[in-house]
């Protein structure tokens, strides 16, 4: 539950989740994960505006927004994860200048607690390449990837995730 500003933070080989952020509100920029266990950044029930973030070799999300959190999220490389991005829970992340390279899920928009709601993904400025599955998403879920409204493709995502 705090007010914060990360700038110039470089995180190598964590176990567990790299950055985890919890029921705060804050800033980040130049933020740097290579391998991870889990997550690389993930927020739950927070507001956070991130610029400048490079994500490689991470376990799980690579970024994950959950809880009612709010992500504005600008500038971005990931590459090598499992899921590029996440947003879960009555969350809303908006996004713009991704580069997205090697993931086996790019994206995963869904209710997982039954005291939240659907979730919103909204990315602009989006390129690409080897993602064995694009987009996975719940009904009741929005996603927008360079103004293209995707329909959902997956019933009880949560079962399939975790």
């Known amino acids: 539950r705090s007010d914060f500003k990360i700038n110039n933070l470089f995180f190598y080989n964590s176990k567990s989740d790299a950055l985890d952020i919890d029921f705060s509100s804050g800033q980040i920029n130049n933020l740097f994960i290579i391998k991870t266990g889990n997550d690389g950044l993930d927020i739950s029930g927070s507001d956070v505006k991130a610029k400048n973030i490079f994500l490689k ?9 959950g809880e009612s959190s709010s992500l504005d999220l600008e500038g971005s490389t990931i590459s090598d994860v499992n899921i590029a991005i996440a947003s879960k829970d009555k969350s809303n992340l908006k996004a713009s200048d991704i580069n997205i390279n090697n993931a086996k899920i790019g994206f995963t928009v869904f209710q997982k607690k039954e005291e939240y709601g659907s979730a919103k993904l909204e990315i602009k ?3 690409h390449n080897f993602l064995k599955t694009f987009y996975l998403l719940e009904d009741n879920s929005s996603l927008k ?7 959902p493709n997956s019933n009880n995502l949560k079962s399939k995730l975790y």
């Open 57 to 65: 070799g991470i376990g799980d999300k690579a970024i994950s927004a």
């Open 125 to 127: 400025n989006l390129i």
């Open 145 to 151: 990837i360079n103004n293209e409204v995707y329909k």
